[in-house]
């Protein structure tokens, strides 16, 4: 069975009738087509970011710590939580982790400090050079957000997408929590 296009980019459809579904079933040739363009997506704009970093000498992972220390009250994390945190925290090793970690306390952009009330974590921090790379890096990046993913789609395609990708990261969530007890 084909189906029209429309249906087929309609991920709002899918998840409507995943909420009706009464159990998990094989998913359709519409769906896996679907599934595939949000893959797709992802990485076209990814290899983009990718891209744009790269100017500024950082990969998309160690951007990925900045924005978190940067965020951070005081500029600081728990290791544990910063990894936690991460977007692509799942895509790299632990030894790739710490390697990439320690370059970036080489670069003077972090700093890795035991944690004052237990001495088996760390915690890393920006440092103010850190701090300084982030403030050069962020509106370009800002602006990449705007121009790969925000101009493209009208604001009711924002709205809806958001509510989406919030039902899918609410389903995924509670099963990787199920998961882990």
């Known amino acids: ?13 899918i998840v409507i009738r995943a909420e009706k579904a009464d159990s998990v079933s094989k998913p359709s040739e519409g769906q896996i087509a679907v599934w595939r363009r949000l893959q797709w ?6 290899s983009r ?9 950082l990969t998309i992972e160690e951007f990925d ?4 220390l940067a965020w951070a009250p005081g500029g600081a994390l728990p290791l544990q939580e910063l990894v936690a945190s991460m977007v692509l925290g799942d895509a790299i ?16 952009l972090i700093r890795r400090e035991l944690n004052g009330s237990d001495r088996r974590r760390f915690d890393v921090s920006l440092t ?7 403030d050069q890096v962020w509106p ?22 958001g509510r989406i990708l ?11 929590n199920d998961d882990r007890r």
């Open 65 to 68: 710590v900045l924005v978190h």
């Open 49 to 57: 970011f990718r891209r744009d970093l790269a100017v500024f000498g």
């Open 140 to 161: 370009p990046h800002e602006d990449g957000i705007s121009r790969y993913f925000v101009k493209p789609l009208a604001r009711a395609e924002l709205d809806r997408l």
């Open 93 to 108: 090793s632990r030894s790739g982790l710490t390697r990439m970690l320690d370059r970036m306390v080489k670069d003077g």
């Open 166 to 176: 919030g039902t899918l990261i609410e389903a995924n969530e509670a099963a990787i």
């Open 41 to 46: 997506a992802n990485a076209l704009i990814m």
């Open 1 to 13: 069975m084909v189906l029209p296009y429309e249906e087929i980019c309609d991920l709002s459809n």
């Open 128 to 134: 103010p050079q850190g701090r300084a790379r982030f």
